[in-house]
């Protein structure tokens, strides 16, 4: 028998990553888009790409 993880502690680091990378996409994008000129493009594109990686993530978690 595998000595995993509780589920408590897989969900919660896996909100933590989550909050992290929107984080890091977000600050990315809006540093991206002052250097640019652009409106929220980079911002909006950056977040919208990390988000469904994640949720990617998190299904793929799930099937294990």
Known sequence: ??????????????????????????????????VMGYNAFFLLLFVSIMFAGMMYRLYRSNLD
Do not use: V
């Open 1 to 34: 028998m595998k000595n995993e993880p509780s589920p408590f502690l897989k969900y919660s680091s896996l909100g933590l990553q989550l909050a992290a990378s929107l984080g890091l996409a977000g600050w990315a994008g809006h540093w991206l888009d002052g």
